[in-house]
């Protein structure tokens, strides 16, 4: 008597507290920030268009520290999905030291596809995207589209130790 179980299979746990983005430049009123953490496929951020190649950011404030164990991104539904082609993901806790977490390099992405990264549980309040190489366009400027990012946080492991009950 006074025991209590549950079990839950395939739960996850999406981070919803981003609380700021800030970015190195936008194309112009429909591809802003703010497209990047609003759950819809239509439309994401996109740099501005360069004549010549230069470093791009996307910068989150999750607002709290998470436990994040997966990092999901998606391309545009388009033939030319102009999604970055050389970055690096970088995290903190606190803004004062950043840790290196993912680096893709000659990254060609398909259309409207989620590309996702696993990774062990690591406590992120801020992570940094910094686009070193962009996607070309046909007239040869560079530019780069991301529709949406999604974090999903790992549920801390609850202490599954027998404990006795004071009579």
Same mark, same amino acid.
């Given at each position: 008597?006074?025991?209590?179980?549950?079990?839950?299979?395939?739960?996850?746990?999406?981070?919803?507290?981003?609380?700021?983005? !800030?970015?190195?430049?936008?194309?112009?009123?429909? $591809?802003?920030?703010?497209?990047?953490?609003?759950?819809?496929? #239509?439309?994401?951020?996109?740099?501005?268009?360069?004549?010549? *190649?230069? +470093?791009?950011?996307?910068?989150?404030?999750?607002?709290?520290? +998470?436990?994040?164990?997966?990092?999901? &991104?998606?391309?545009?539904?388009?033939? #030319?999905?102009?999604?970055?082609?050389?970055? %690096?993901?970088?995290?903190?806790?606190?803004?004062?030291?950043?840790?290196?977490? @993912?680096?893709?390099?000659?990254?060609?992405? !398909?259309?409207?596809? $989620?590309? %996702? $990264?696993?990774?062990?549980?690591?406590?992120?309040?801020?992570?940094? &995207?910094?686009?070193?190489?962009?996607?070309?366009?046909?007239?040869?400027?560079?530019?780069?589209?991301? @529709?949406?990012?999604?974090?999903?946080?790992? *549920?801390?492991?609850?202490?599954?130790?027998?404990?006795? &009950?004071?009579?």
């Amino acid at each position: 008597a006074g025991r209590y179980a549950a079990a839950f299979g395939e739960l996850s746990v999406m981070v919803s507290g981003i609380v700021q983005v !800030e970015v190195s430049s936008e194309l112009d009123r429909l $591809w802003v920030k703010e497209n990047l953490i609003d759950r819809r496929s #239509d439309y994401g951020w996109s740099s501005a268009l360069r004549q010549k *190649p230069q +470093n791009e950011f996307i910068h989150l404030d999750l607002g709290s520290i +998470n436990r994040v164990g997966e990092i999901r &991104l998606l391309s545009k539904n388009d033939r #030319d999905t102009f999604f970055p082609e050389s970055f %690096r993901i970088l995290y903190s806790e606190d803004t004062i030291t950043y840790h290196h977490l @993912i680096e893709e390099t000659g990254f060609m992405a !398909e259309p409207g596809t $989620w590309y %996702r $990264w696993r990774l062990l549980p690591t406590n992120i309040r801020f992570l940094k &995207l910094d686009i070193a190489e962009g996607a070309r366009t046909r007239e040869g400027k560079h530019v780069s589209q991301i @529709i949406e990012i999604e974090l999903y946080a790992v *549920p801390d492991l609850v202490d599954k130790t027998e404990k006795s &009950l004071p009579e």
